[in-house]
C-alpha cells in the first residue's frame, strides 16, 4: 500500500491547450474521487467513479473536462481548451466503500 | 444541498495552548465526517474519522467530537505546538441515497498558525 498518487505534481500549461492529469489509487479501493481547489477555498467535488463506472459528476464539470477509470484501476482526468480560470490545484482520492477517504498530493496546474 | 461552515476562518495561538475549531452541517443525514491537515501546497492528511454512530475520536494530542442531531462537529488541539501549524479541514460523507452516496463536502478550512 503506497498511498494515492498523482502525476504530474505540477503542471504549467498555456491557454488552449489540453492537459491530462492521472491518479494512482489504493490498490484495493473501489472509489475513487476527483476534486478542485483553488487558494483559500476547501475542496470542491468534480466526480466519482465506483470501479470502472462513474456514478456522479458535478456542475463544476463543463462540457471541456472528462475523466475515465478504465478497468476500474487508474483514472484520468482531461481538460481540453484550457482557460485560465482551470487553474487550481486537483486533488484526487480513494477509498473502499464509504469509508475514510484517502487523497494523494495532487497536481498543481497553472494556465498562463 | 449540503454544506459545511468552519469557524474561525483563521485562528493564532501561542505555543502550549489548547484550542478548539469548529465545524458545522446543514444536512445530517451523514455516513461519517472526517478532519483533515493541509500543509500549504500539499494536499490532505486524514487526521480523524469518526463514524455518524460516534460521539468523539481521539489520536495523541487531537480529540474530535460530533454531535449529528445539532449538525455540529469540534477538533480540540492539545498543547499546540509550531509544528500543528497548518489549514484544518472537516468534510462530512453523505448518507443520502442515490449518486450522492459516499460524497464528500468540506469546509473553508481554518489556518491554524501557532507561535515559538
Known amino acids: 500500500d503506497t498511498g494515492v498518487s498523482q502525476d504530474p505534481r505540477h503542471k504549467i500549461t498555456k491557454r488552449g491547450q489540453n492537459v491530462t492529469f492521472r491518479c494512482d489509487p489504493i490498490?484495493?479501493?473501489?472509489?475513487l474521487y476527483w476534486y478542485r481547489q483553488t487558494l483559500g477555498q476547501g475542496p470542491e467535488f468534480l466526480t466519482y467513479?465506483?470501479?470502472?463506472?462513474?456514478?456522479?459528476k458535478s456542475r463544476l464539470l463543463s462540457d471541456r473536462f472528462s475523466a475515465e477509470r478504465p478497468k476500474g484501476s487508474f483514472s484520468t482526468l482531461e481538460i481540453q481548451r484550457t482557460e485560465q480560470g482551470d487553474s487550481a490545484m486537483y486533488l484526487c482520492?480513494?477509498?473502499?466503500?464509504?469509508?475514510?477517504?484517502?487523497f494523494g498530493s495532487g497536481t498543481r496546474l497553472t494556465v498562463v | 444541498k449540503q454544506e459545511v461552515t468552519q469557524i474561525p476562518a483563521a485562528l493564532s495561538v501561542p505555543e502550549g495552548e489548547n484550542l478548539v475549531l469548529n465545524c458545522s452541517f446543514t444536512?445530517?443525514?451523514?455516513?461519517?465526517l472526517q478532519w483533515f491537515r493541509q500543509d500549504p501546497g500539499k494536499g490532505l492528511t486524514s487526521l480523524l474519522l469518526?463514524?455518524?454512530?460516534?460521539r468523539e475520536q481521539t489520536s495523541g494530542r487531537l480529540n474530535a467530537s460530533l454531535d449529528k442531531s445539532s449538525g455540529r462537529s469540534t477538533l480540540y488541539i492539545a498543547a499546540s505546538q509550531p509544528g500543528d501549524s497548518a489549514t484544518y479541514l472537516c468534510?462530512?460523507?453523505?448518507?443520502?441515497?442515490?449518486?450522492?452516496?459516499?460524497?464528500?463536502?468540506f469546509g473553508q478550512g481554518t489556518i491554524l498558525t501557532v507561535h515559538p
Open positions: 482520492a480513494s477509498s473502499l466503500g464509504v469509508g475514510g477517504c484517502t
Open positions: 490498490s484495493e479501493h473501489n472509489r
Open positions: 467513479f465506483q470501479n470502472e463506472a462513474q456514478l456522479e
Open positions: 444536512d445530517s443525514a451523514i455516513y461519517n
Open positions: 469518526i463514524q455518524s454512530s460516534q
Open positions: 468534510a462530512v460523507t453523505s448518507n443520502a441515497g442515490g449518486t450522492s452516496y459516499g460524497k464528500l463536502t
